[in-house]
């Protein structure tokens, strides 16, 4: 694979507009969009996996987080006691490629979600008292284990996403939602 960072950039550009558009964003939420390192990542991970439809994998994930962080159907997303089965769980909707390298994309998906779990892990408290069901909360995950599990599948192909995505500022950063 030869895509570089500034090639991906292009076609980041055009396929955040695109999306955005087909959603009928107002001009603040494109911004927020394109701008998004989650929303970025999502719709890299067909292109760094090789799939045969790259563009087309990248815009229908995009189309699912978008409606994972819009109302009303953001709902329909949310942390259940069915999705502590698996960090990846809930994300997996995510992974419906036409094709390409299966770990590659389930280590992007496990970048995924190790800031989902950094989130878990900063929204305890607020979760705690807004009543909201958090995997931490219900002592249904060990930050530690699941943290490693997760950051073990990633490193198995870390260096495919290292021109693109920078782990530690990537799982730090504010899940966009």
Known sequence: MGLTP???EKIWVKLSSDTAASFSL?????RKLRKSNTARLIALIPFISESPQPERDAVSSLAIYILSIKFPTKMYYSHTEEDDKDI???LKNLLNYSGGNIAIQHSGLALLSLKMLKGYKRDMERDRITNKY?????GKW???SVYSTAAAV???HAAVFSPFIERKSFEESYWEG
Do not use: G
């Open 26 to 30: 107002p001009l603040e939420e494109k």
């Open 134 to 138: 958090n995997p931490l909360n219900s």
């Open 154 to 156: 990633y490193e198995e």
């Open 6 to 8: 500034a090639q991906f």
């Open 88 to 90: 990846m769980q809930r």
């Open 142 to 144: 060990d930050f530690t």
